[in-house]
T-cell receptor, first 115, second 113 residues
Framework: EAGVVQSPRYKIIEKKQPVAFWCNPI?????LYWYRQNLGQGPELLIR????????DSQLPKDRFSAERLKGVDSTLKIQPAELGDSAVYLC?????????????FGPGTRLTVL | AQTVTQSQPEMSVQEAETVTLSCTYD???????LFWYKQPPSRQMILVIR??????QNATENRFSVNFQKAAKSFSLKISDSQLGDAAMYFC??????????FGAGTRLTVKP
């Protein structure tokens, strides 16, 4: 079974530029999560999708961040414009509502560096 | 708000020895789940072990076991017979039934040969 796929693995951009991250969850997983992990810290939830619906986006900085999950499968997280403080690892995870304890499976993440 | 605290930023253990990583959490809920995730340098978060709060029996997965003290809101991870491949960041996480998961700041484990 293929795991959660994320791309790109690394991204370096100048501040004020836009950037987008892509995530393909495990097949059949209806719940998708985007986390941000700052250096030396644990992941923090940005947004959670149940199928196509964003059910928890309270921690998403909506002035510059946006996300979409068309057709309830792949998802894209966008930052526009990027700021220096956005440098972090962006993790995508997925889970299946009928799975054991809603276990979350994580992708390898995208490391964003904003110069 | 639920918070997860890992008081040990770094720990080290000799190969084949045992090490315990600490985690405490704060919640007013009675029904929840606790997890330990491992994050090696490759960044892939891997589930190590999980515990349902309603279960009194401590979870065990091969060399990994937990000491779950519900009243004290403590959830420590014990790694027995430590191996070089155990070196990684370890994150304690708490989740309510609605899927809202909170992570601690992590403990970096070094395994010395």
């Amino acid at each position: 079974e293929a795991g959660v796929v994320q791309s790109p693995r690394y991204k370096i951009i100048e501040k004020k530029q836009p950037v987008a991250f892509w995530c393909n969850p495990i097949s059949g997983h209806n719940t998708l999560y985007w986390y941000r992990q700052n250096l030396g810290q644990g992941p923090e939830l940005l947004i959670r999708y149940e199928n196509e619906e964003a059910v928890d986006d309270s921690q998403l900085p909506k002035d510059r961040f946006s996300a979409e999950r068309l057709k309830g499968v792949d998802s894209t997280l966008k930052i526009q414009p990027a700021e220096l403080g956005d440098s972090a690892v962006y993790l995508c995870a997925s889970s299946f509502a009928g799975g054991p304890l809603y276990e979350q499976f994580f992708g390898p993440g995208t490391r964003l560096t904003v110069l | 708000a639920q918070t997860v605290t890992q008081s040990q930023p770094e720990m080290s253990v000799q190969e084949a020895e045992t090490v315990t990583l600490s985690c405490t959490y704060d919640t007013s809920e009675s029904d929840y789940y606790l997890f330990w995730y491992k994050q090696p340098p490759s960044r892939q978060m891997i589930l190590v072990i999980r515990q349902e709060a309603y279960k009194q029996q401590n979870a065990t997965e091969n060399r990994f076991s937990v000491n779950f003290q519900k009243a004290a809101k403590s959830f420590s991870l014990k790694i027995s017979d430590s191996q070089l491949g155990d070196a990684a960041m370890y994150f304690c996480a708490y989740r309510r039934r609605n899927n809202d998961m909170r992570f601690g700041a992590g403990t970096r484990l070094t395994v010395k040969p």
